[in-house]
């Protein structure tokens, strides 16, 4: 009597750690498969994945982007000079602040005075808006 109320008790405990295991042969879903999601703001190399010839520059860890149709259509006028841009270079992995890939070194950043979000350039009296890109 003993040996069956041993062997029932083991066959019972067997069964309740097969029912709490959360590996199932009819699952679909893989459960080695992670997704990665990045919080925060667009990188120089995000946004020219996207488009390679986006005209952008990085200023206090932000990027900048032009040509978007709703800020060429605004009215701004130039606040203070902020900086210039300082480094042209290709490689989106080699941008820091003063860095565009497009703008010629030397071009003049000013504040926008209606704008908190928007930087205008200067080179050789030509102006552009640039509109920055942040999560959220």
Do not use: H
Request: hydrophobic share 35%; proline share 2%.
């Amino acid at each position: 009597m003993k040996k069956y109320v041993i062997i029932t008790v083991m066959m019972l405990g067997n069964l309740l750690l097969w029912g709490c295991s959360d590996e199932s042969s009819n699952s679909s879903i893989d459960q080695n498969t992670t997704t990665e999601v990045t919080i925060g703001n667009p990188t120089a190399q995000e946004i020219l994945e996207i488009d390679s010839k986006a005209d952008i520059f990085q200023w206090d860890s932000i990027i900048y982007s032009t040509n978007i149709e709703w800020v060429n259509e605004l009215v701004l006028t130039e606040g203070d000079l902020v900086g210039k841009i300082e480094y042209n270079i290709s490689n989106p992995m080699d941008f820091k602040d003063s860095t565009a890939n497009i703008l010629p070194i030397g071009t003049e950043i000013f504040k926008a005075k209606e704008r908190n979000d928007v930087l205008i350039t200067k080179y050789n009296d030509e102006l552009k808006y640039y509109y920055q890109l942040v999560e959220g």
